[in-house]
């Protein structure tokens, strides 16, 4: 049953002229009074959804993003921030790029982040997608079977610190503690100081592809997942869910279809379908101007690629559009009723699902982000309340 909506914000700026008829990406660039306006947006969305009783807002750590795409490079900080600002909402890592950290300073930093926030900090993991971020900051990316390798060898040093009293590690990339002498001895172990005050630490990470090896990786250390769209038509979304049951069942624990997931969308309100999609197509295309650069969406060709770069060939041009992100469930859209219907088909397909969150594209202003925010949260969300689920609350580290 879903009783938990959440809304991730990447750290967008306002921008003029959108759309796959507008400015090509790379073309952009803004100074940073402007860049800085991320992080005030990240505040007014945090607080109004804080007033409108949503469970978690999730924000991506990114960085270089003069285009003003993603500007919120440290997202612990930032939660920390707007707990201070806000009363009862959670704040979500959606998500901390391991490959940009040493693990073991971002193991800390959460650790503070959740007892200084009394438990309002949700922890979240990622491997990253921007080869000017991760790269640049002495990690692979470009090799993604080292990207790979990199990002769970830092992971399991991270539950260690947060999960043991005291551990010590050695792997391909990491030695820990090295065997210094210190104060009359030899090192052989540390502890991280100071853990997290709730154990296990709730974590969360995207799935993209959907691999064996990264579901089974998930399923062992108890990482729960967020889903991009598409997961009520049936599709490869579905699969992805039937295979993260199964990985599960291969360690011994049976979860419903959905458990343990986030459903994410896209999504735009309006008075109808249709007019939802005239409104919002703008969003869509600036999103696709970003991400279809980036490799994100495998269907795309590099033709397809080129001629998005170029405003005066892209609008009348066979490009991906919103339409038909609507039509496969990725973009949720429509009327409150046409959106409630489709989220109460989520419940039947998938009874184990209890979270689902509703994210603005890039280009949709702060003005237009919060007036729809706050319509989801009166029009929609009431058609969800009333349920309760039996949550295991985390244990107080000793």
Known sequence: MITKFDSLFAGHTDVEDIGYGGIPINDRRYDNAHLSSALSKAQAIAVKM?????????????????????????????????????????????????????????AEDYAMADILSKGRVVFGIARGYHTREVETFGSPLMDQEANRELFEEQAEIIFKAFNEESFSHKGKHYTLPPEVPYRGYTLKELTLVPRPARLPVECWQPIQGGSERAMAFMAKHGIQGM??????????????????????????????????????????????KEQCIRDAAKYYEENMKMFGELRLNKAMTDEQIEIMRDPKRAPGAKLPRIEDAVKAGGFLTGSADEIIDHLKKLEKAYPGLDRISISPSLGVPKSVILEQVERFAKEVMPAFKGKTLDVKQPALAK
């Open 50 to 106: 804080d007033d409108l009783g949503y469970s978690t807002f999730w924000m991506a750590e990114h960085h270089f993003q003069r285009e003003g795409t993603e500007c919120i490079p440290n997202v612990l900080l930032m939660a920390l921030h707007l707990t201070h600002v806000t009363k009862n909402i959670d704040i979500g890592c959606g998500f901390n790029v391991l490959p940009m950290w040493h693990p073991l300073r971002l």
């Open 227 to 272: 889903v991009g769209g598409g997961s009520a038509e049936g599709g490869a979304m579905h699969n992805v869910v039937l295979k993260w049951q199964q990985e599960h069942a291969k360690i011994g624990k049976h979860i419903e279809l959905g458990e343990r997931l986030c459903f994410g969308f896209h999504f735009y309100m309006g008075e109808s």
